[in-house]
Structures are given as structure tokens and as C-alpha cells.
Antibody, heavy 121, light 113 residues
Framework: EVQLLESGGGLVQPGGSLRLSCAAS????????MSWVRQAPGKGLEWVST????????YYADSVKGRFTISRDNSKNSLYLQMNSLRAEDTAVFYC??????????????WGQGTLLTVSS | DIVMTQSPDSLAVSLGERATINCKSS????????????LAWYQQKPGQPPKLLIYWASIRESGVPDRFSGSGSGTDFTLTISSLQAADVAVYYC?????????FGGGTKVEIK
């Protein structure tokens, strides 16, 4: 059974940093591109970032480019999102999502339960 | 960026009746090399993460009831629920994965009339 378990969310002051983690199990993690998608309270879904199977290629939404860094550790079956210079508008539930294939351009066939980031003073 | 526009924003349908949700992309998401439309549909129930329903515009994900179907090509797509059940009350999103930034539609809330 595929499982994605996010952790690391919490309350952070504007300008602060936080790192999210996603522990994956139930599939060969190193064979799939992985992504982060967020959802602000009461709003729709917003793609944040995607990383290739090797980790060599990364892609970001303009809204987070230069502030967020996606990474993965295939030996630990884990995905990460380092978030710096956080803003109030980053407040959202962050979902870890598994791509449907080994390339970045696939639908998301599994999602974690999400972790809530709140940016507020 | 490819803008995804869903309509309507919400709809109320009687149990057992058909529900139709439309999604339009600002440019084609059809890739001629593999003859695929890079379009997916997701269902999100309150307090839950999204769930993949349809990918490649018309392929039903494993375990998804056959009352859900996807159609369309190029820039115009439709998600149809042939006979609405109470369990289908949710928000539905379309998404293009033709290129980055990956983009979602604004969502369509489906309720029971």
C-alpha cells in the first residue's frame, strides 16, 4: 500500500524558515518524480514544486522560486521542502504527491494527508 | 502559463442524475508525439487530500467507479458523473501536466439537490 506521510508543519513568523518532510513507503520511491502541492485555507490547489527521480532536475512555481528548495533522499525514501523567507500568503496545507511515472509530467496518483504551515506573527 | 478554467463553480444535482463539469485550458494540452492529452481530474472531499479520478483525459484510475468518465481533447474537457451518489459530494479539480508550471482549475463544488 502506498503511503505518504508529511511532517514538519507548524507556526512560523514571517521571514522565518521551515523544512517539510515526506516519508514514502509501499512503492519504489526512486522510480517516481515527486511533488509538493499546497492549498490555502478554503482555497484551491496550487502546485509548488516537482523533483525528478534522480533529484537532478527541479521545478518551481514562480510564487516560491528562490525561496523554496525541493530535494529528495532516495536511500531514505524521503522528500523534502526547505522553505525560507516565509510570508503570510504561504499559509496552507502542504501535500506530498507521487507522480504517476518516472518523468515529471504525470498526474499525481497518490497524495499524503498534508501538513499545515501557518505563517503569522 | 496554461490557465485552467472550470465551469460551473458549483452545481446541485439530484441523486441518480447526471453531473457535468467542464474544464478549458488556455492552450492545447494534447501532445501529438504520444497522442495523449495531459489532463487529469481529482476529487476532494472535506478534510481529505485530493484523489485521482481520471488521467490522460479519459483513463479511469484503478478503483474509481465507472459512473465517472472523462472526455475531450486539445483545450476542452469534461468530467461526467453519470448517476450522482451521495458519496460524490465533493470539489472536483482539473489539472494540466503538459508543462510546468503545472496548473489546476479553480474547482467545482458538487452538491445534492
Amino acid at each position: 500500500e502506498v503511503q505518504l506521510l508529511e511532517s514538519g508543519g507548524g507556526l512560523v513568523q514571517p521571514g522565518g524558515s521551515l523544512r517539510l518532510s515526506c516519508a514514502a513507503s509501499g512503492f519504489t520511491f526512486s522510480n517516481y518524480a515527486m511533488s509538493w502541492v499546497r492549498q490555502a485555507p478554503g482555497k484551491g490547489l496550487e502546485w509548488v514544486s516537482t523533483i525528478s527521480v534522480s533529484g537532478d532536475d527541479t521545478y518551481y512555481a514562480d510564487s516560491v522560486k528562490g525561496r523554496f528548495t525541493i530535494s529528495r533522499d532516495n536511500s531514505k525514501n524521503s522528500l523534502y521542502l526547505q522553505m525560507n523567507s516565509l510570508r503570510a500568503e504561504d499559509t496552507a496545507v502542504f501535500y506530498c504527491a507521487k507522480g504517476g511515472g518516472n518523468y515529471v509530467l504525470y498526474s499525481f496518483d497518490y497524495w499524503g494527508q498534508g501538513t499545515l504551515l501557518t505563517v503569522s506573527s | 502559463d496554461i490557465v485552467m478554467t472550470q465551469s460551473p463553480d458549483s452545481l446541485a444535482v439530484s441523486l441518480g442524475e447526471r453531473a457535468t463539469i467542464n474544464c478549458k485550458s488556455s492552450q492545447s494540452v494534447f501532445f501529438s508525439t504520444n497522442n495523449e492529452n495531459y489532463l487529469a481530474w481529482y476529487q476532494q472531499k472535506p478534510g481529505q487530500p485530493p484523489k485521482l479520478l481520471i488521467y490522460w483525459a479519459s483513463i479511469r484510475e484503478s478503483g474509481v467507479p465507472d459512473r465517472f468518465s472523462g472526455s475531450g481533447s486539445g483545450t476542452d474537457f469534461t468530467l461526467t458523473i453519470s448517476s450522482l451518489q451521495a458519496a460524490d459530494v465533493a470539489v472536483y479539480y482539473c489539472q494540466q501536466y503538459y508543462n510546468t508550471p503545472l496548473t489546476f482549475g479553480g474547482g467545482t463544488k458538487v452538491e445534492i439537490k
